[in-house]
């Protein structure tokens, strides 16, 4: 009758354990023919040596059942056992009858099992969405994962080529960090895996030595020689394509893998959510810190590195693509793309990567912890690169020792380009070669400018300042001129006075100036020719340095000339700098009898405040509001409203930058007390400035 049921049921001896019965549904699970062999009840049902120590007999009656759950390991089912106390033949013996309940135990575990996944899944969003790098989100939530599953390893490999390389890895405690693990395994191994993942299946080996039984020789070796026994992957998608997978090694929260299935996928999912928004967030960044056509970094990239912060002995060059526009309009947008490809290609040849595009046709390269002299270097060679690829450029430079406002020195750069810019205007329009923008690395570097003085390099040339009434020649500016030795030509001022301003060398130029201009009016005196006072400019640098008036009075007395005879000019933005200092020049140059002429006045923020604060005796009006007379009516009245005030303070006015007989005729109607430009003569070597107004 017992053979009948469905159920396994079994008889043993509770003194001996020798198994007595063993009905037909337990010689089929355990194939065996017969139970009464003489075997032991915990070799057939338990394959063990010894009496099981989870045996129940001590707890067993002939009176009820005792119920218990166990899962077996031979059978690997899960049963519920219902035991008693019986008389088998006259022997003490226990019955075991056996419910095969491993569906239920399946479907509990797996309830309970998925409830818990979920909320392991929310957390992992959570991390996903909060953590602004993807990398330590990555980190984070295999943690989460492997923890949960009780695994050894949970991990991202993503598709490289022919490979599929780890890019992540977390490992249980413990657990050694093998030759790295599946780290560039040849994608032939995992074809099968491969075809799953595309199709977006998973791939769940419940034990890896089934493997060897389908003849997946290589993956068993491969996965049993890194302690792989089972693992669980599914597919990484973005936009629908197969990226790569994520998977744990032997997790062992749970028997069925199966079950690992579903949580896995939705975790996957948000993973490759997360990735997708990655790609598209460094994508946005590529085109935010990285201009497309030329490859140079961005404005806003020049913004994010250098707009806060401390710099040390850093240089900034900007450089303009000249007539851009015309180039665009007369040759097409494609020539003028490849210009500005090749500018920034020259920029980055000379500078380095750190070169940006902060303008439709400006670049700024940028060098930080180089000492002044290797920085004219670059410049200098930046520009010949320029020159030599046919690049229409011009390039302005400014170097600091200590900078904390690059956006400062950005635009000292920028009104030294510009000035450059004019300067090769200029030159097209002299006849110059445009090479001579180019100065000798000798000069730019510390004592250049000095050594180049005593070494008869520089000269003045002489611009002539006409009187407003007459028209006559009554005076002059020195202007200083250097002629580079290697080349045997003269070189554009706006090529070597902002770099030897940034080292701080101007004084040997200034005062070179000021003592070529007490020799000259001295000769003149000497040979009997009218006494022409000569003006001599200084940059604010060289106002800076202690003792100066003292050494303007010394230069000028040993030369034994009037002090009237040479007029003394001050930019005006130098008061913005040092009020005090310059006030302190001004009625120092005052009282010993020198005139003193504030030169540039009407460039950027002109201020009225120095007609309060400055005594002067001479106000240089700008050659941008000159230039201003052909655009506007209200220019001209500005002109003469400053005239008329400087007339009331006893203060003369020059005005610069006469170029049309328009321009001269309207500061004669205005007043102005002497004109210069080209218009009245442009800046000449002495002797011809000699030979045109001072002939004996």
Partial sequence: MLDGLSELIYVCDTENYQLLYLNEEGRRIYDIDAADDGRLCYQVLQGREEPCPFCTNEQLSHDSFFEWEFTNPLTKRHYLLRDRLMSWDGRPARLEIAFDVTDRKRESEAFKFLADAGTMVVDC?????????????????????????????????????????????????????????????????????????TVGDAVIIEDVEALLQAQRTDEYEVLKSRGIFSLVSVPLEVDGAFVGYLGVDNPRRVGDLTFVKAPLVAFAGFVSARMKRESAQRLVAELTWNDYLTCASSRAAFYRDLDRGTFERVGLALADADLLAVVNREQGRSVGDEMLRRMAACLREVFGDAVYRIGDDEFCAVSTAIDYDRFAELTERAIRRFLEESIPASLGSAWHETCTDIVGLLDVAGDRMRSAKRGRHRAVDLGIDLTSDVVASSLLRPGGAQEAVEAGLFTIHLMPQASGKTGEVVGAEALIRYRDPERGREVLPASFIPALEDMDEMGALDFFALSKSCETVARWQQEGRPAMPLAVNFSRRTIDDEGFVDRVASTVASYGIDRSLIEIEITESAREENEALLRAVTEGLHDLGFRVAIDDFGVDNASFQLFFQLGFDVLKLDKSLVWGLDTTDRTMQVICSLVRLCDDLGIETVAEGIETGEQHQALQEAGCTRVQGYRVGRPQPIEEFERRFLAT
């Fill in 125 to 197: 969003i959570r991390v996903l969405e909060g953590e602004h790098v993807l990398e330590a989100a990555l980190n984070d939530v295999l943690r989460i994962l492997g923890t949960f599953l009780e695994a050894d390893r949970a991990y991202v490999f993503m598709r490289e080529d022919d490979c599929m390389v780890r890019t992540h890895e977390w490992r249980s405690l413990g657990v050694a960090l093998q030759k790295p693990l599946m780290q560039n395994v040849p994608r032939n191994l995992a074809d099968e895996w491969i075809e799953r993942f």
